[in-house]
Antibody, heavy 126, light 107 residues
Framework: QVQLQESGPGLVKPSETLSLTCSVS??????????WGWIRQSPGKGLEWIGN???????YYSPSLQSRLTISVDTSRNQFSLKLSSVTATDTAVYYC??????????????????WGQGTMVTVSS | DIQVTQSPDSLSASVGGRVTITCRAS??????LNWYQQRPGQAPKLLIY???TLQSGVPSRFSGSGSGTDFTLTISSLQPEDFATYHC?????????FGQGTRLEIK
């Protein structure tokens, strides 16, 4: 059974770069069936999608974050990573990594985040 | 971006009761609507995809309906473990978006 685990600093200074890694176990990140994504949740707020990456390195990002965002994949380590530059206090959140699958119903396949990591809290503060 | 709005923001109900949560999209998203459950201190868990298809292992007291712009999540015969926050998410566009969440509390 696939499991995801986020890792990285819990405290980042304003204007610096937030860097997180998601380690995948129990399955291969190189599967052609999945994208791998990042989602965050600010304290007391809803979920915000950040971006996704495919094992080939293909990415797509939230339009509101794409100017500061890089998501990459390391298939040799079965990991994918997030880098968010020029952070401010508004980037304080729990960051989740997740596997995006395409379960099918009635012959049509629909994207959904099927497996999630436990999340890691990142605080932006000096 | 496609916006999704949930209502209500919060509600309370009793064990054994029935609740309905609504999600409205800003444009027609066909059946591209998912529901997640998030218990306190935990990651979200996929409950329903394609508006009405239960993810494997999800109890049958959960049901989803709707298409186009209006969707509902219904939980019948509420159990103590069902008191959580529920999120809807549209997957029609590449830029997915979530609703603001609905917190379900015990009355």
């Amino acid at each position: 059974q696939v499991q995801l685990q986020e890792s990285g600093p819990g405290l980042v200074k304003p204007s610096e770069t937030l860097s997180l890694t998601c380690s995948v176990s129990g399955g291969s990140i190189s599967s052609s069936s999945y994208y791998w994504g990042w989602i965050r949740q600010s304290p007391g707020k809803g979920l915000e999608w950040i971006g996704n990456v495919y094992y080939s390195g293909h990415t797509y990002y939230s339009p509101s974050l794409q100017s500061r965002l890089t998501i990459s994949v390391d298939t040799s380590r079965n990991q994918f990573s997030l880098k968010l530059s020029s952070v401010t206090a508004t980037d304080t959140a729990v960051y989740y990594c997740a596997r995006k699958g395409s379960p099918c119903s009635g012959g049509v396949c629909y994207d959904a985040f099927e497996v999630w990591g436990q999340g890691t809290m990142v605080t932006v503060s000096s | 971006d496609i916006q999704v709005t949930q209502s209500p923001d919060s509600l309370s109900a009793s064990v054994g009761g029935r609740v309905t949560i609504t999600c409205r999209a800003s444009q027609d998203i066909n059946y591209y609507l998912n529901w997640y459950q998030q218990r306190p201190g935990q990651a979200p868990k996929l409950l329903i995809y394609a508006a009405s298809t239960l993810q494997s292992g999800v109890p049958s007291r959960f049901s989803g309906s709707g298409s186009g712009t209006d969707f509902t999540l219904t939980i019948s015969s509420l159990q103590p473990e069902d008191f959580a926050t529920y999120h809807c998410q549209q997957s029609f566009g590449r830029a997915v978006t979530f609703g603001q969440g609905t917190r379900l509390e015990i009355k």
